[in-house]
């Protein structure tokens, strides 16, 4: 209950300063990307001459998009903003397709309707560019944390609910 209470609360801040949200992803992204370069830097010395190329290369390709990424994050937002477009673009046709081949069967309807819902964010995110670069990926992410906290504190409640009646007696008390 206490973790899904903290998410949810995080899921509420980044949903009020969307812009701070996705400039702290896109840094952390880079840190991440930085992190991966140390580690293919590693795994180059573990092998022979083809691996330490191969390895090198993608060390590099880690490192200079990473620290592009940290050095100026306006622009890292500004790509995760359009990557987030071509991925609900992706998702709304296919979950259309998904559930217009599924129609007739239970949940094919709500398929078609998430998918078309993933369709006019892409337009709306899309028709706003650039300047929902500065609000969207935050926003997104706030609300994903908001549900998911909630998610996990109902999940909680219910498992407590579930424990309670499991250990209520059975048979009548007092006589």
Request: aromatic fraction near 6%; proline fraction near 3%; charged fraction near 10%.
């Amino acid at each position: 209950m206490g973790a899904g209470a903290i998410i949810a609360v995080l899921g509420i801040l980044a949903v009020l300063f969307p812009f701070v949200t996705g400039i702290s992803l896109s840094i952390l992204l880079g840190a991440l990307l930085v992190v991966g370069a140390l580690v293919h830097v590693a795994h180059a010395f573990s092998g022979g001459w083809k691996r330490f190329v191969a390895q090198g290369l993608l060390a590099v390709i880690y490192a200079v998009a990473g620290i592009a990424l940290m050095a100026n994050p306006v622009v890292g937002l500004t790509t995760l903003t359009i990557i987030l477009v071509a991925f609900l673009l992706a998702d709304g046709i296919l979950e259309i397709v998904m559930g217009y081949r599924l129609r007739g069967e239970r949940g094919g309807s709500s398929l078609i309707v998430s998918g078309v819902l993933a369709l006019v964010i892409a337009g709306l995110i899309w028709a706003g560019f650039p300047s929902s670069a500065l609000w969207a990926v935050g926003l997104l992410f706030g609300v994903n944390l908001l549900v998911t906290g909630v998610s996990m504190m109902l999940m909680a409640r219910g498992s407590r609910t579930g424990t309670r009646e499991e250990a209520a007696p059975t048979e009548p008390r007092g006589a």
